[in-house]
């Protein structure tokens, strides 16, 4: 069972609103991802951390940020919501290189429904 | 860009039957896994094969491997009614240990 937790799960909010999307994990690992889904299609990843104050951009530009203050937390913030932010979003982590652990572990995802 | 394309993109079979995906890939890989998805729910991971492996069997999953054609099959053996999920193939490259990429995902429906 993965210790990763995002909330809200689901979020219906108006044009212009800031949202933030809250991801922790107890398994201390370093590595967090955010990543964004459109419904039974592929993921991509939108923002990635080494560890605290470490924040990369991922493959899929997105107007989001991000930020890593404690290793346990990786929030997700959009300054001003749009519907073109209708998304899933999903975070996960994993305990070390890819090459080495190998897997990442999810969140159940939070679903931002923009008006 | 992505990296992994499963095929087919929908399969739907009978209860007992099993479930074959595959999934190709374009650069050279560290290792393959592959991860289900329940509808609205986050990813979960299924196993993972390395590219010094050919095979590996994990309950009624086997994967099967092949750099030479830099492509992956995931068999579901004796399908249930609970594997109906969405199936994604994801690679790590063999420079970058930070990255995961995955595919489009092939929908597994499974008819009572």
């Known amino acids: 069972e993965a210790d990763i937790y995002q909330t809200p799960r689901y979020l219906v909010i108006g044009t212009g609103k800031k949202i933030t999307l809250e991801c922790s994990q107890t398994?201390?690992?370093?590595?967090m991802y955010w990543y964004q889904q459109d419904p039974g299609m592929e993921l991509h990843l939108i923002h990635y951390?080494?560890?605290?104050?470490?924040?990369e951009k991922g493959d899929l530009s997105s107007e989001s940020t991000v930020s890593r203050i404690r290793t346990e937390h990786f929030p997700l913030t959009l300054e001003s919501a749009r519907p073109s932010h209708t998304s899933q979003y999903l975070c996960?982590?994993?305990?070390?290189?890819?090459?080495?652990?190998?897997?990442?572990?999810f969140g159940e995802g939070s679903r931002l429904t923009v008006l | 860009s992505q990296q992994g394309e499963e095929d087919p993109q929908a399969l739907s079979i009978q209860e007992g039957e099993n479930a074959t995906m595959n999934c190709s890939y374009k650069?050279?890989?560290?290792?393959l896994q592959w991860y289900r998805q329940n509808s609205g729910r986050g990813l979960v991971h299924l196993i993972l094969?390395?590219?010094?492996?050919r095979e590996k069997h994990s309950g009624r999953l086997r994967v099967t491997l092949d750099t030479s054609k830099k492509s992956s099959s995931l068999l579901i053996t004796a399908s249930r009614a609970a594997d109906t999920a969405s199936y994604f193939c994801a690679t790590v490259s063999r420079n970058r240990d930070d990255k995961i990429i995955f595919g489009k995902g092939t929908r597994l429906h499974i008819l009572p």
């Open positions: 094969i390395r590219s010094n492996e």
């Open positions: 650069t050279s890989i560290n290792n």
């Open positions: 996960a982590s994993s305990g070390g290189g890819l090459t080495v652990t190998g897997e990442l572990f």
């Open positions: 398994m201390g690992h370093d590595k």
């Open positions: 951390s080494y560890g605290v104050n470490s924040t």
